[in-house]
């Protein structure tokens, strides 16, 4: 069985998808008495040296999903070559529904058997046919060879199905030399129709729960395994009331086992509530927290209408994010870039409302794909809405590559509303407030300038990137021209930046890390970038003011050596910044202010931890600056 994953240094997922498949196949005696599970493989590594390794298999099956598509039929095809007798079964979400099957045979002859939806029970029943030496001909939700069989109905009583947790069916697995993470279901479905997403559309709204012994049950056992990650399935966690109990039972057992499992990664419910709030409250209380996503994608509502979803109102969003820096929790607020019926200026305009209510340290931006089944690849929605794609290679970001096979997604590279060029003028955008703002090379900057100057976040990012483009000579130039050639070439995501390791990166986050290789240069430019910016605006801004936010920019960004920094300043610009921060109404008179940064991280020049603590760990709750800064006036 095959459910094959990107490792993260030496951590990979165990196989949850292919665990339930196999845990609910070994309720049936007539299984386990004729078809043994030799192994579930989940490593990526050349093709030819994985069918090596398999001796006369009778059914190999493929759990498969964006991420590794690629990878399944590369061995797939490898396998039936070898042995054309095996028969090749193929589920997941990648697999098309039958009305968008089109030529999947055609193209992908040595697979026998896809199975649509849901696949515990249609694959023990594939599995028993076998046994039996029957057909398939009456096995709902699958195609056989191009022959597609009814629907499968979804299952409500999700009790049928053991934990392959619980009963064992990793064992062998976690033996093996990784550091495991968790995927941990609570309930399935989502009750929302998100056109870019096919969460809604393959679970068919309705939403089942597990029951609360099995889910603590799970959770007691990651901590007994010293499973530091869990990664929730759920769509909508904090939809139900028992989700602040289950919440609650996790902190429990995390102080119970020592600190067990470390951390939680929920997807909450999408129109965040008290409830949610209630949830990342307790969480980040007690270190459980990766933070609380709230997953917007677009603020306008053209767009919102566009794609069937319905977001918060901004006021109760902007609510959120105050309240959720109030209690130190980190946030993270997604956008898609090319969403139908999103323009640049909307696109624009979605920046720079969410700066202004003080999301600094929290956005989060992807690009806009096509998923098999959902919505927004119906035929006719995507002549409608004058939709293109393009096969782009997948964004990984973070995960350990020189991997034999490239993954692809379906990209959106023109709208209706939206050009090829539009698109790419987003992605810049992006990289701009990411690189710059998000991970804090200009954030303080920026900030001040957009409070005393009314300088707006989107214009000082724009007049980067139009710096950038007129000076391809400076730090900012020749980061523009990498990522734009990266832009060009395919819509290609991410880089590696090989002075610090070999995983791959975001581009804003390769950009930030680069930067901070030359670092003093980067700020002997910035005067230059500031004049162009006032000049392009027409606006003058004080000579000393611009100084003192240079300096304060300079002396609060993290780096890897280690230090105590004190210098003066004629403007208050720490209280600026950080009025702006938490949207305070700022003092803006000049007043002489020392300032003494003490460097407490200890990273003694190591780049790398550096670049793991700070950039990848540390973007989501803004630890790229120095937030404790002593100053005497």
């Not at 190999?60 to 061995?75: G, P």
């Not at 995927?183 to 309705?206: A, H, M, N, V």
């Not at 006719?380 to 590559?401: C, E, F, Q, W």
């Amino acid at each position: 069985m095959f459910q094959f994953s990107f490792m993260y240094g030496d951590v990979i997922y165990l196989p949850y998808s292919l665990g339930m498949l196999w845990a609910y196949a070994k309720t049936f005696q007539r299984i386990t008495d004729k078809i043994k599970n030799n192994a579930f493989t989940i490593i990526r590594e050349d093709p030819d040296r994985i069918v090596e390794q398999i001796i006369d298999p009778d059914i190999v099956a493929f759990s498969t999903y964006v991420w590794n598509f690629e990878m399944s039929l590369a061995v797939a095809k490898l396998i039936k070559r070898k042995h054309p007798e095996c028969l090749v079964v193929f589920g997941g979400p990648q697999i098309p529904n039958t009305d968008r099957l089109g030529d999947f045979f055609l193209k992908y002859p040595f697979i026998d058997i896809v199975v649509h939806g849901e696949g515990e029970i249609t694959f023990s029943e594939i599995l028993l046919a076998y046994a039996n030496d029957s057909d398939y001909k009456d096995i709902a939700g699958i195609t056989h060879r191009g022959n597609s069989t009814d629907d499968r109905p979804r299952t409500k009583d999700l009790s049928i199905f053991p934990s392959p947790y619980l009963t064992g069916v990793f064992d062998d697995l976690i033996k093996l030399p990784y550091t495991y993470h968790t995927i941990w279901e609570t309930d399935r479905g989502c009750p929302y129709r998100c056109t870019f997403c096919d969460w809604g559309s393959l679970t068919g709204q309705k939403m089942y729960q597990f029951s609360e012994d099995r889910v603590y049950a799970e959770l007691e056992l990651f901590a007994q395994m010293k499973i530091a990650y869990v990664f929730m399935g759920n769509a909508n966690f904090g939809i139900y009331p028992r989700d602040v109990e289950i919440a609650q039972r996790a902190v429990d057992i995390n102080i119970k086992y020592n600190g067990y499992p470390q951390k939680i990664r929920a997807n909450f419910t999408k129109n965040s509530s008290s409830r949610v709030f209630d949830i990342a409250k307790l969480f980040n209380a007690h270190g459980l927290d990766k933070g609380i996503t709230l997953s917007v994608q677009s603020l306008d509502e053209v767009t919102l209408k566009t794609i069937k979803r319905s977001n918060m109102k901004f006021d109760t969003l902007s609510s959120f994010v105050q309240q959720y820096t109030k209690e130190n929790i980190d946030t993270l607020i997604e956008l898609i870039i090319g969403l139908p019926g999103e323009t640049y200026s909307s696109f624009k305009s979605n920046l720079e409302d969410l700066l202004a209510i003080g999301a600094h340290n929290s956005i989060a931006i992807y690009n806009c794909t096509l998923l098999p089944n959902a919505p927004m690849s119906d035929t006719k929605y995507v002549k409608d809405n004058g939709i293109k794609t393009r096969p782009t290679p997948i964004m990984l970001s973070h995960a350990s590559m020189n991997d034999p096979i490239q993954e692809y997604e379906e990209t959106v590279v023109q709208t209706k509303t939206l050009s090829e060029e539009d698109i790419k003028q987003c992605v810049l955008m992006s990289w701009a407030v990411q690189a710059f703002h998000t991970l804090g090379l200009t954030q303080a900057m920026s900030i001040c300038l957009y409070i005393k100057y009314n300088i707006a976040y989107t214009v000082f990012y724009e007049h980067l990137i139009k710096y950038a483009m007129q000076f391809p000579d400076t730090v900012m130039g020749q980061e523009y021209t990498a990522v734009r050639e990266k832009v060009d070439n395919n819509f290609d995501a991410t880089d590696t930046v090989p002075e610090y390791n070999t995983q791959e990166w975001i581009l804003s986050e390769a950009s930030c890390l680069r930067i901070h290789l030359q670092l003093d240069t980067f700020f002997n430019e910035i005067p230059a970038f500031l004049a162009f910016l006032q000049a392009s605006i027409g606006m003058s801004v004080d000579d000393e003011f611009l100084a003192d936010i240079t300096t304060y920019q300079r002396a609060i960004i993290i780096t890897c050596n280690n230090g105590t920094t004190e210098f003066t300043l004629n403007n208050p610009v720490h209280t600026i910044f950080h009025d702006g921060l938490a949207n305070r109404s700022p003092n803006l008179h000049p007043i002489k202010n020392t300032l003494q940064i003490s460097d407490p991280n200890n990273f003694d020049g190591d780049i790398s931890r550096f670049a793991t603590e700070i950039v990848h760990h540390g973007r989501r709750g803004g630890q790229a600056l120095h937030y404790d800064v002593a100053v005497t006036y």
